[in-house]
């Protein structure tokens, strides 16, 4: 079956522009995760939503937005884009919560801010 | 709050030696712990998981994992390493459901794994 698609693979953002990141999770699974990789700061976690509710959110300002349809693909949005928020951000979907059944990941965005 | 630390962010084998990567955790509730695989530009893969039951555990592609709670540790081993095991190697740990870390994978930093021949 199909694993855990994020669009776009790559994009170019200019200081201050806003971005949305899509995801599109295993067929089945209602929970969605997203996390940013960075060198600096390794993978940090940015919220979770499951049946379209936020259940938990990691530390990061609210420029950093996420949502969840009807139809579990996720979308996240960062506005005022900062330097700083290059990074590879990665979707994680599953069946359930974390600790049961793990999280299976997509190959991530590679978000480059100019 | 719930934390990990992988000892050592380089480990270097030679192709058919044994593979050790160290991860410790804290957790104030019992821990489900992960191992995940990420080769460059790629997401992340998962090895193996504990979650109950047997504390010895085996994952993809002949790699294995011992939960030990005295010890608060869960090293991940490969009796013989391969090139294609060259990556980098997270240790992950997630609480029980309903608790603050519901939803939520806490990373280590990683290990990057070199396989010489």
């Known amino acids: 079956k199909a694993g855990v698609t994020q669009t776009p693979r790559y994009l170019i953002k200019t200081r201050g522009q806003q971005v949305t990141l899509s995801c599109s999770p295993i067929s089945g699974h209602r929970s969605v995760s997203w996390y940013q990789q960075t060198p600096g700061q390794g993978l940090q976690f940015l919220f979770e939503?499951?049946?379209?509710?936020?259940?938990n959110k990691g530390n990061f300002p609210g420029r950093f937005s996420g949502r969840q349809f009807s139809n579990s693909r996720s979308e996240m949005n960062v506005s005022t884009l900062e330097l700083g928020d290059s990074a590879l951000y990665l979707c994680a979907s599953s069946l359930g919560w974390a600790g049961g059944y793990g999280y299976t990941f997509g190959s991530g965005t590679r978000l480059t801010v100019v | 709050a719930q934390s990990v630390t992988q000892l050592g962010s380089h480990v270097s084998v030679s192709e058919g030696a044994l593979v050790l990567l160290r991860c410790n955790y804290s957790?104030?509730?019992?821990?489900?712990l992960f191992w995940y695989v990420q080769y460059p530009n790629q997401g992340l893969q998962l090895l193996l998981k504990?979650?109950?039951?047997?504390?010895l555990v085996k994952g993809i592609n002949g790699f294995e994992a011992e939960f030990k709670k005295s010890e608060t540790s869960f090293h991940l081993t490969k009796p013989s390493a391969h090139m294609s095991d060259a990556a980098e190697y997270f240790c992950?740990?997630?609480?029980?459901?309903?608790?603050?870390?519901?939803?939520?994978?806490?990373f280590g930093q990683g290990t990057i794994l070199t396989v010489h021949p």
């Open positions: 992950a740990v997630s609480g029980d459901a309903g608790g603050t870390s519901y939803g939520k994978l806490t």
């Open positions: 504990y979650t109950t039951g047997a504390t």
């Open positions: 939503y499951f049946s379209e509710t936020q259940r």
């Open positions: 957790s104030s509730v019992p821990p489900y």
